[in-house]
Structure formats: structure tokens, C-alpha cells
């Protein structure tokens, strides 16, 4: 019986060498790109005793410099903050100027070459061209984080507004509304809740970075985690990272709640 | 009659406007103190387009001659980086995001586990994940893949968890029913349905690691950051903005050519 069926039939899921020869390609590619860059399961092997050592030496974690860990905390949440403020502020014109369905095509162009530009350098980058312009400190920082933030929310938001809907425009746009009050009724209450979302989201990523622009001089936790790494403070070094985990943990749990606000 | 006319109509209840009005408050109270107990220098700001100026003016004009022999080899290292390490994150997120998809895992203490490290994964800046593996296998290359492979972790899986826990249970429930053992009901009730997603994480995670690994060689993790690094230890501005410029049209490149497969496959 069972044989006649998959005589009429061909078996049930049927073999796709497409797929087969995709994953063998990758397989052969990861070997290929292994052995190009170095990497060897003795040289891992090697690692993997280092790693234990350097685990070893984290614990116990030392919480004795706590006055210094707080005063970077806080320096790297101003960051986060003042970035944030400051990124959504110039966001809100540039992502209006860069939707598509709002503005002439020139208007859009140059905007989103600049939304693109923000977007296509790593933050790090960015911090050590502040770095050179504005010198060492918290301010590098936060012009790096502005500018990330707006690569990022920019774009977003321009997407958001080329989502709504054109009706409740067109009827301010027929009883002669000015082009604030279509923007302040049209426009932002279509957008508004979004817009908040992608604003809470780029404060935990900004929290996140402003972790990392530090190892570049640009103020907040990472010049003292970098300032570990170099003195084999690795004690500290756990403290710093399972403070950070914390702290990230923290405001992602915040901004659930403020999104529960505006829904 | 005239209490209908009388009503006034208000779009939120009292506890969600003051709940809306503590958030616009406390959001403004923290700018407010961060502005006033930050530590920034207003002449250095000041001072900022002067030394921008100055800045480019180093940069141009372009030390083009020294992509041949400086950088070329070291993009390719990158490359190379990038995508052996989204591969590694793969291999490390399947198991990872099995383990937080609720439908499948059924023990909320592996699901708890799965996010913790997912979560971990994520809040670590690949930087400082790039530092920690410098320490562990040395400068080179080794500690970039394997940097971009733990950092990936918590995207490709968090995600990857998301798709599994979406999946229809229909044909899960047949393969189930005809006593399929359990790698059959994955790799043919689960993995058909989620592998459309797993493709678009994939490409997506790569076009970002493009990104990372351009600069994790800033801290010796191999690749085009460590040439960038050391262009700018010796003040070679005008071979910085060469290597500027090839990360960027590699990353351009690497958005482009996701952007078309992403069109062609899903």
C-alpha cells in the first residue's frame, strides 16, 4: 500500500539540491574564510585556558571604588539623556523634510543623503572625529550620540510619516489651513505614538553606546572600563560590566512602561 | 437634551492625562539636571569649526595611493570577519532561540535562561566585547569573528525566538500526530515556516556586522579598524579620510546588494 503511494507520488518531502548545495557553498566558505584569517581550533583550544584564567581573576567582583563607578554611571546617563533630548529635537524637522509624500523631491533628496550619512559610520568613528574637534570629555559624547540618533530616528520617522494617511491632510490642506496647523493636526497625531516608541528605543540604544564612546575619550563609563582592560583590573573590569548589564536592564524595563502610557 | 449639549468630550481619562504629563515631567527634570551637572567646556564648542576646518584640511587631499598596499587586504580581513562571524552567531543562536521560544520549550526557567543570555549578549557594546576577546585569544582576527559571533547572539536570537513562537501549529500538530520523532517535526513542521524570517535576520545582522567590524580593529580585533588606527596614532589625516571613505562605500555597497537580495527572496 505504502509503496504504491509513493510509486503515484514520489516520496513526501521531496529533496531540494538547491538548498543542499547552498548549505555545502557556506560550509566549504567558513572553512575557506577560517583558515584565510587564522583562525584554528588549536589557537581556540589556547584561548579557552586564557578565558578561564581571565574568568577567574573576575571574581570576586570589587566593589570598593563604587564613588567612581557611580560618578561614571551618572555621567554616562547624562549623556544618554542629553543625546536623546537633543536627537529627537532635530529629528522631528529633518525626518519631516525627508518623507516623500510632504515634500518636493529636491527637499527629500539632500535630507535623506544626510540621514544616510549619519547612518552608514559606526558611532565610534564619529567619537574620535569629536574627539579631534570638541577634545576629550563628555561633549565629543554627546555630539556622537546625536548624530547617531538622528541617522537612526530620522529615518524611521520619515517612514512613519510616508505611512499615514493623506485624507485628514487634504481636508486641513481644502479649508486653507496654514502648513503649521497641517503639520501640528494632520500629521503628528498620526505619528505621535510611533514616534514615542522609536524615541524610548533609540534612548536604551544611546545608553548602550554611550557606554562604548568612552573608550575613545569621549566621556562616561568606557574610559574607565578601557583604563581597566590596560591595568589587568579585572575585578573592576566585572563590576563596570555587570553594573552596565544592570543599567541597560533598567531602562529597557522604563521604557516598556512609558510606551504602556501612550498605547 | 441640554446635558448631551453641556458634555465635554475629552479623548483620555484623568489617570491617563496625568500619567502622560508625569512622563513629559520627569523626562524634562532629567534633561534639566543632566544640562546643569554636565561636565562641558562651552569654549571648546565654540572653538569646534575652527578645528573641524583645520581637521579637513588635513584630510584633503586623499592619500589615495595607499589603498593598494594599506587597506585592500585588511577590508577583505573584514569582510571576512563579518560574515564568518554572522555564520558563528547563527550556529550559536538556533539552539539559544529554540530554548526561549515558549511553544516549543515548554520550562519558563530555560525560557528565563534563553533571555538572560540573549539579553546579555545585546547590552554588551561590541567594542567591549571585542576588548574582553582581545584578552582571551590575542590582537587578530580570531577575537573579531568570535566578538561579532557572541554580539550577534542576542539580535539573531531574540528575533529567531520571536519567528519559532509566531509559527502556525497545524503542521506541527500533524507531524505530531502521525508520531514523527522530534527532529523531523522541527526540520519539517517548524524550519519551512520560519525560514523566509531566518534569511531576512541573516542578511540584516550581516549589513550591521559590515558595519562593527569596520571598527573593532580599534581596539585590535583585526580588520580595516586596526589600519584606522593606526593612521590615527601617527596624525596620517589624510589617510584616515581614505580609509573613511572605503568603509563607506563597502558599507553602502553591503546595503545595496542586502537591499536586493532581501527583494529577490522574500
Known sequence: MSAAVSQKYGPPFKTNWWVRAGWTLAFLYALY??????????????????GGQFLS???????????????????????????????????????????????????????RTFIALCRSFHPVIFAILFVKAVGFGPLAGILTLIFASIGFIG???????????????????????????????????QVLNRFIGFSSYQFDANLRNSTMVGIVGAGGIGGTLFAAFQRFDYDFLATILISIIALVMVSEFISVQIKKVFQ | MSSASNHTWNRFTLAQRLARFTVFLGFAVALSASLRTVEVIPE??????????????????????????GIHDAMVETLHIATLGT?????????????????????????????????????VNSLVWALLFVAIFGPGPLAGTVCIGFRSVGFVGKLFAEALEEVNPGPVEALTAAGAPWPSVFLKGYWPQVVPA?????????????????????????????????ALNLFYWDRV???????????????????????HII
Open chain 1, 155 to 189: 529615518k524611521l520617522f520619515a517612514e512613519a510619516i510616508e505611512e499615514i494617511s493623506l485624507k485628514p491632510i487634504e481636508a486641513l490642506r481644502a479649508s486653507g489651513a496654514p502648513f503649521i496647523s497641517v503639520i501640528l493636526y494632520g500629521v503628528l497625531p
Open chain 2, 44 to 69: 571648546f564648542l565654540y572653538d569646534a569649526p575652527t578645528q573641524v576646518i583645520d581637521l579637513l584640511g588635513r584630510m584633503w587631499p586623499l592619500d589615495l595611493s595607499y589603498y593598494p598596499g
Open chain 1, 57 to 111: 581573576e573576575m571574581v570576586p567582583i570589587d566593589f570598593s571604588r563604587w564613588k567612581l563607578l557611580v560618578e561614571n554611571l551618572i555621567e554616562t546617563i547624562e549623556i544618554a539623556i542629553i543625546a536623546s533630548a537633543f536627537g529627537v529635537f532635530f529629528s522631528l524637522p529633518i525626518g519631516l523634510l525627508a518623507a516623500r509624500n510632504l515634500m518636493p523631491s529636491w527637499v527629500t533628496w539632500v535630507f
Open chain 2, 198 to 230: 531566518f534569511w531576512a535576520i541573516f542578511l540584516f545582522r550581516w549589513d550591521i556586522n559590515v558595519r562593527e567590524s569596520a571598527v573593532i580593529g580599534l581596539v585590535g580585533a583585526g580588520g580595516v579598524g586596526m589600519v584606522l588606527d593606526t
Open chain 2, 87 to 123: 555564520l558563528l552567531a547563527i550556529v550559536l543562536a538556533v539552539p539559544v532561540g529554540i530554548m526561549g521560544a515558549n511553544n516549543i520549550v515548554r520550562l519558563p526557567l530555560l525560557n528565563w535562561l534563553a533571555k538572560l543570555i540573549l539579553v546579555s549578549s545585546r547590552s
Open chain 2, 241 to 263: 579620510s581614505v580609509i573613511l571613505l572605503s568603509i563607506f562605500t563597502v558599507v553602502v555597497l553591503a546595503e545595496l546588494l542586502v537591499t536586493k537580495i532581501r527583494k
Open chain 1, 33 to 50: 574564510a577560517a583558515n584565510y584569517l587564522d583562525v584554528s581550533w588549536v589557537r581556540f583550544i589556547q584561548g579557552l585556558g586564557n
